[in-house]
C-alpha cells in the first residue's frame, strides 16, 4: 500500500452518457461531478476534498494563489457517435458575470477518426450577429462554419468564442478550463435523452461569439519520438505530447503546477523521482501528479506510450525576470 504523503493520484471512472456518444471526465474537480481517487491514502476522497486540505502541495503555489485553492483544469476523453450540437463557450469574464463561474477554453488532441469524419471550428466567412440569429432561426448556421476534415493525432485550439462542433465517428481527448458552462446554438432538432427538445441558448451565445474569421484554425506540432512536444501555451493552459520508446524523464517542477498526465496509447510506468513510487498507467487513463513531486520519468510498458501533459506554465520568462529585478530594485 502506498503510504507516501505526495503520489501520482489515479482515478475512478467517470462517465457521462449524452445524446450524442460518451464522455469520460477523466480529472475533474467540476462540482457534482469530481473525481474520486483510487490509490494510496486518499482512496475513496474526492479529489476537491484532498485539493482542499493540501491546495499548495497539489496545485502548486502560483496556481493556488491564482485559482483560489481549485483545479482550474478538466481533461476529458470524448466518442462522438452522433454529432455534437453547434455551441460555444464564454470568456472568464462572461462567464464570471453571468454564472460565477470559470470561462471555457479548450483543446482537442483526434485519438481516432473515421474515415470523412469532420468537425466545425471557427467562421469561414465573416457574419454579424444579426445574420447569426437568423441562420439560427432558419437552419443554416452550418453553412458560414470552418468545417475541417479530421485524422488521428490532429490538434485544434478552440479559446472561449469559437463557435466550434465535434461531429460523428471522432474519439478525442479534451482539455480545458474547470468549467460545465456551454451555450448550445443548433442541435438539429433532435430530442434528448428524455425525449425533450434540448435548450438552446441563442443570445447569451451572441454575447459570447468571436465573430472574427481566422486564417487557420488547427494547430501544427512535431511528431517525432522521445521529444516532448509543445502543441499549446496559453494563458488557461498548457498542453506538450510525448510519444516515448525508452524512459523518459521528465522535471517538471520549475512550472510551479500539477501536472495532468493523459494516457493515449500504450500502457506505461509513472515513477517519482523523490520517492521512486511507481504506478501503472494503462492507456485511455489518466493521473494528477502534485506539483510538490513533479519530477518523473515515464517508462513504457512495451514498444511505446504516448502521453499528453496539461499544467499551468507559471516559469517566468527572461523578459519577465529582468522586470520584476527593475520594478524592485
Known sequence: MMTAKYYP?????NRKILVWGTEDWTV????????????????GHKLTEVIENHPAEILGNAVAERYNN???????IIDAHQDLSIQVHP????????????????????????????????????ITPEEYRQRVADGTITEVLARHEVYKD????????????ICGGIRLAEVQQSSDVTYRIFDYNRPGLDGKPRELHTELAAKAIDYTVYPEYKT?????????????????????VIEATAPFHRNMVKYDSF???????????????????????????????????????????????????????????????????????
Open 154 to 165: 490532429d490538434v485544434f485550439y478552440l479559446p472561449a468564442g469559437r463557435v466550434h462542433a
Open 259 to 329: 501536472i495532468i498526465i493523459m494516457n493515449l496509447k500504450g500502457d506505461c510506468h509513472i515513477r517519482l523521482r523523490s520517492s521512486q513510487i511507481s504506478i501503472l498507467l494503462p492507456a485511455g487513463t489518466s493521473c494528477l501528479i502534485p506539483a510538490v513531486v513533479a519530477d518523473y520519468d515515464i517508462l513504457p510498458i512495451g514498444s511505446r506510450t504516448k502521453v499528453l501533459e496539461a499544467f499551468i506554465n507559471n516559469k517566468k520568462t527572461i523578459g519577465q525576470l529582468i522586470s520584476d529585478f527593475l520594478r524592485f530594485n
Open 28 to 43: 475533474s474537480a467540476v462540482p457534482q461531478s469530481e473525481s474520486v481517487v483510487v490509490n494510496g491514502i486518499w482512496a
Open 220 to 240: 501544427g506540432h512535431g511528431n517525432d519520438t522521445d521529444v516532448a512536444h509543445k502543441l499549446l501555451n496559453t494563458p488557461y493552459f498548457s498542453v506538450k
Open 9 to 13: 493520484i489515479l482515478f475512478g471512472q
Open 70 to 76: 481549485q483545479l482550474p483544469l478538466l481533461a476529458k
Open 91 to 126: 470568456n472568464d469574464e462572461m462567464a464570471l458575470r453571468e454564472h460565477n463561474k470559470f470561462g471555457k477554453s479548450e483543446m482537442w488532441y483526434i485519438l481516432d477518426a473515421k474515415p470523412g469524419a469532420c468537425l466545425y471550428a471557427g467562421f469561414k466567412k465573416q
